[in-house]
């Protein structure tokens, strides 16, 4: 195995690969227990925008902080990245935003996706997993 070397991103290029992705997963409090739900997303303006049906658990999130979560990892080298968000999950209202959002984001499942949610990020936190060739022995081949 080749060696290795975690790598920490800067805020823009996490945002950039979270932007990447379609699929995160959400961190939020549900019934004063931590719950997590897969869900998909995109990235505007530097907000992970997610939309979500009546009923959900996830709208127990509004007004609240959560964590957002998205990964690219190689199932055979385990090289990859890994970006964690953390900000205020708000309900989008504005009729003309929603709209948007309902062309921009299509739901990975068949349930009515009537609201929209938007988190802008307080704190973001991105790591890379990358091969180390300046580890390698000098005349080494990878």
Do not use: C
Not at 35 to 61: F, K
Not at 96 to 111: G, K
Not at 116 to 142: C, K, M, Q, Y
């Amino acid at each position: 195995m080749n060696p290795r070397r975690f790598e920490e991103l800067t805020r823009e290029e996490s945002l950039r690969r979270l932007g990447s992705v379609s699929v995160g997963r959400i961190v939020f409090t549900h019934q004063a227990l931590p719950a997590v739900r897969p869900v998909n997303h995109l990235v505007d303006n530097g907000a992970i925008v997610l939309r979500t049906h009546p009923g959900a658990a996830l709208l127990s999130a509004v007004d609240s902080v959560v964590a957002y979560e998205a990964d690219a990892i190689s199932e055979d080298d385990h090289i990859g990245w890994s970006v964690v968000i953390t900000g205020v999950a708000r309900r989008l209202r504005g009729a003309s935003e929603i709209e948007r959002y309902e062309r921009l984001l299509r739901p990975w499942v068949p349930d009515e996706m009537e609201y929209v949610i938007r988190i802008h990020p307080e704190l973001v936190t991105g790591f890379s997993l990358i091969e180390d060739n300046e580890a390698l022995p000098h005349g080494a081949a990878p």
